[in-house]
């Protein structure tokens, strides 16, 4: 993939399907997250269609489907309104600040073993559900799988903008919104799709375990509210995705109060080899 004029390209000479939308703004200030959503829509082209509604007042630069086809529809030096209220790391408003991809999925269902439901009442394979509690909840829930077709798209979709634009962190909606957003949730391979598209290759995961009981927070510093799982018990094992000074951010490797796949900042002096 490349990127010309703000637009994704598969090679020089072949465009990505470009869809373009009213529902954005025609400036971005700084492309400095990468955030990653799912559509909990019928399909990509129905989710192209919603976005290029007025009504809707939402679009994303980058509707991925499930078969690994890419539409565009916002370039990547304008505003999508993706990200809606969010924060991250004292910043506000992330539409003014990154890149949104949405992802063509079912989201959260609804139903049981061999009767799963969309939200919109298609029946879903028991082999393409996850039953994971998702990490800012409590309950045990049921979520859409991600198609290695599609995953294998984005990975090279994220790669192409993560090196374009210098971007240094790729998040959720879940992490910009955490009380209001559960995409693209927790069947969303995020560590290892971090890893791949920031260029860190998995074998070099820096698995390290906590050394006391040790606060998780929303953010690299101690002025950031706590998950409502924190304090992590000692000897937690984490996975140490990113640095931010002496904060480190880590993905939980173990169930935390019956809560697993726990994403968030801890201070890096308490964190001691396994």
Do not use: C
Not at 8 to 24: G, H, V, Y
Not at 207 to 221: F, M
Not at 229 to 254: G, M, N
Request: charged content about 20%; proline content about 5%; hydrophobic content about 40%.
């Amino acid at each position: 993939m490349q990127i010309k004029n703000h637009r994704l390209r598969k090679d020089q000479n072949d465009s990505i399907r470009f869809e373009a939308t009213i529902n954005k703004r025609t400036s971005i200030l700084d492309q400095k997250f990468l955030v990653i959503h799912y559509t909990a829509g019928a399909s990509l082209n129905s989710t192209v269609a919603w976005f290029k509604n007025p009504s809707a007042q939402a679009s994303a630069h980058i509707v991925i489907g499930r078969d690994g086809e890419v539409v565009q529809m916002v370039p990547f030096n304008q505003i999508a309104w993706h990200a809606g209220r969010s924060s991250w790391n004292g910043i506000n408003g992330l539409n003014n600040h990154s890149i949104g991809i949405e992802l063509d999925n079912g989201g959260r269902l609804k139903g049981g073993p061999g009767m799963w439901f969309t939200w919109f009442n298609v029946l879903i394979d028991d082999q393409e559900v996850l039953e994971e509690t998702h990490r800012n909840e409590i309950l045990q829930g049921a979520w859409h799988k991600f198609p290695k077709a599609q995953i294998d798209a984005l990975i090279e979709v994220a790669i192409a903008i993560v090196r374009k634009y210098n971007i240094k962190e790729v998040l959720g909606h879940d992490d910009i919104a955490p009380h209001r957003k559960s995409d693209p949730g927790p069947a969303f391979p995020m560590a290892s799709f971090r890893s791949k598209v920031l260029g860190r290759a998995d074998s070099t995961s820096m698995i390290l375990q906590t050394a006391a009981d040790l606060n998780i927070r929303y953010g690299p510093g101690a002025e950031y509210d706590r998950l409502p799982e924190s304090p992590l018990p000692k000897d937690t094992r984490v996975d140490v995705l990113s640095s931010q000074a002496s904060w480190r951010f880590v993905d939980v490797l173990d169930p935390v109060n019956m809560v697993a796949g726990l994403q968030g900042w801890v201070h890096g002096n308490y964190l001691v080899e396994v």
